[in-house]
């Protein structure tokens, strides 16, 4: 069971998910002290083990960055689940094997504090404290392995 953290807006950037005087360094778990520290200061403190983001349109836009997916990463967030991405963000996220989840009105389906569970293969959020099951286009096949495999590299490795 994960909780969300709703931003209700668009066009939330890589330097607002990961600023940019943070990005000396690769390290996960020093990315994951600052993850989203410039849209909310107390985000690292609230965000649990599998807790997802929610938020509207065009996350993750700006910087083409992989910093931005390892910071959730090193946050330990489960997932985001967002209105859109922007291409490329959306692309590290799978090539770093992390789940990005599109939504349409995904700001106006779950609150924050909202408890979901998410089935990523049959493409279904269970939120809980609404009682409602949203349903949401899964990745297909090839990408769940990816992700599954936690990431490009690796996929390549086991592939090989």
Wanted: net charge negative; with cysteine.
């Amino acid at each position: 069971m994960a909780k969300a953290h709703t931003y209700k807006r668009d066009h939330i950037n890589t330097d607002e998910i990961i600023p940019a005087r943070y990005l000396n360094t690769d390290n996960m778990a020093e990315l994951a002290t600052h993850c989203m520290e410039d849209l909310d200061t107390e985000f690292v403190k609230k965000c649990k083990t599998g807790d997802c983001i929610v938020a509207g349109d065009d996350f993750g836009c700006g910087s083409s960055r992989e910093h931005a997916v390892w910071a959730l990463q090193g946050a330990k967030v489960g997932a985001v689940i967002a209105k859109s991405f922007a291409r490329i963000f959306y692309r590290n996220c799978i090539n770093c094997g992390f789940y990005p989840i599109e939504l349409d009105g995904a700001t106006e389906k779950i609150n924050t504090g909202d408890e979901i569970e998410i089935d990523y293969k049959k493409g279904v959020i269970n939120n809980k404290t609404q009682k409602k099951e949203i349903k949401f286009k899964p990745l297909p096949d090839f990408a769940i392995e990816i992700v599954n495999d936690g990431g490009l590299l690796e996929h390549i490795k086991k592939s090989r």
